[in-house]
């Protein structure tokens, strides 16, 4: 028997609607193999008659029920066959199965065995592996898979966007490829030894003036000051950890 959370039946104690049961050795019990409910088949198309009022047909004997104040359940309790019909999608991690007795049970998705609880049934009913579901993902040009360089999960990041990546998982920044860290440490060096280059030139042309001009030695402080940032930018480029592209989605 699963956990109690299992046998909960999802139209209420009075339902005909069991859960999952595995690991059921009962001598008297058959064994059959069924599908599962697809998510296509889910949920069946609402009729609206006279007046407004939304109806599904039964799966077992076809009755139309009326829903209308049960829009909010994940199955209908059919007045004429007593039997379950699902009308919304099985919970997140559930899957719906109908036994050949009509009785609708709800299991994990991962489940492959489970048994109906009717007593006059009790049949073990082992799951065909169920289809993979197909999301349709929007192509966006230049969307790949990247693997962070400091956590090594895995993101998506625009690969065109010319901007560095930083991982949602731990927050740190990084290169997407050493093509974009490279290119910046190379700009960042050059302007840095052009400032410095300057900074120098100002300061040996005016030396002699600086004692009677003291502005000048901020003028000194800031160019040195200047290219050190841009010469330490630099170095931040070129010590920067790559992540690894894996490939477009």
Same mark, same amino acid.
């Given at each position: 028997?699963?956990?109690?959370?299992?046998?909960?039946?999802?139209?209420?104690?009075?339902?005909?609607?069991?859960?999952?049961?595995?690991?059921?050795?009962?001598?008297?019990?058959?064994?059959?193999?069924?599908?599962?409910?697809?998510?296509?088949?889910?949920?069946?198309?609402?009729?609206?008659?006279?007046?407004?009022?939304?109806?599904?047909?039964?799966?077992?004997?076809?009755?139309?029920?009326?829903?209308?104040? +049960? +829009?909010?359940?994940?199955?209908?309790?059919?007045?004429? /066959?007593?039997?379950?019909?699902?009308?919304?999608?099985?919970?997140?991690?559930? +899957?719906?199965?109908?036994?050949?007795?009509?009785?609708?049970?709800?299991?994990?998705?991962?489940?492959?065995?489970?048994?109906?609880?009717?007593?006059?049934?009790? +049949?073990?009913?082992?799951?065909?592996?169920?289809?993979?579901?197909?999301?349709?993902?929007?192509?966006?040009?230049?969307? /790949?898979?990247?693997?962070?360089?400091? /956590?090594?999960?895995?993101?998506?990041?625009?690969?065109?966007?010319?901007?560095?990546?930083?991982?949602?998982? /731990?927050?740190?920044?990084?290169?997407?490829?050493?093509?974009?860290?490279?290119?910046?440490?190379?700009?960042?060096?050059?302007?840095?030894?052009?400032?410095?280059?300057?900074?120098?030139?100002?300061?040996?042309?005016?030396?002699?003036?600086?004692?009677?001009?003291?502005?000048?030695?901020?003028?000194?402080?800031?160019?040195?000051?200047?290219?050190?940032?841009?010469?330490?930018?630099?170095?931040?480029?070129?010590?920067?950890?790559?992540?690894?592209?894996?490939?477009?989605?």
């Amino acid at each position: 028997m699963t956990e109690d959370v299992e046998r909960q039946p999802l139209l209420g104690p009075d339902s005909a609607v069991p859960v999952e049961q595995n690991g059921v050795n009962d001598s008297s019990s058959s064994t059959t193999m069924v599908s599962p409910i697809g998510p296509d088949e889910l949920p069946p198309p609402y009729n609206t008659l006279a007046g407004g009022v939304p109806m599904v047909s039964c799966r077992v004997c076809s009755n139309m029920v009326d829903i209308s104040s +049960k +829009k909010e359940q994940h199955v209908v309790k059919c007045n004429s /066959c007593n039997e379950a019909t699902p009308i919304r999608n099985a919970p997140p991690g559930r +899957k719906y199965v109908r036994c050949p007795c009509n009785c609708l049970l709800i299991c994990k998705s991962s489940s492959q065995r489970i048994a109906c609880p009717r007593p006059d049934c009790k +049949k073990i009913i082992n799951l065909a592996p169920s289809p993979p579901a197909t999301v349709a993902v929007p192509t966006v040009p230049g969307m /790949c898979r990247v693997t962070c360089a400091h /956590c090594h999960d895995t993101f998506l990041f625009n690969t065109l966007n010319n901007a560095l990546a930083r991982c949602p998982h /731990c927050r740190k920044v990084s290169t997407v490829g050493p093509e974009f860290a490279r290119t910046r440490s190379i700009i960042f060096l050059i302007f840095g030894l052009i400032v410095l280059g300057i900074a120098i030139g100002i300061t040996v042309g005016t030396m002699q003036s600086a004692a009677e001009k003291g502005g000048l030695y901020v003028v000194y402080v800031g160019a040195f000051l200047v290219a050190l940032l841009l010469l330490l930018r630099s170095l931040y480029y070129c010590a920067m950890k790559t992540s690894l592209i894996e490939g477009p989605i």
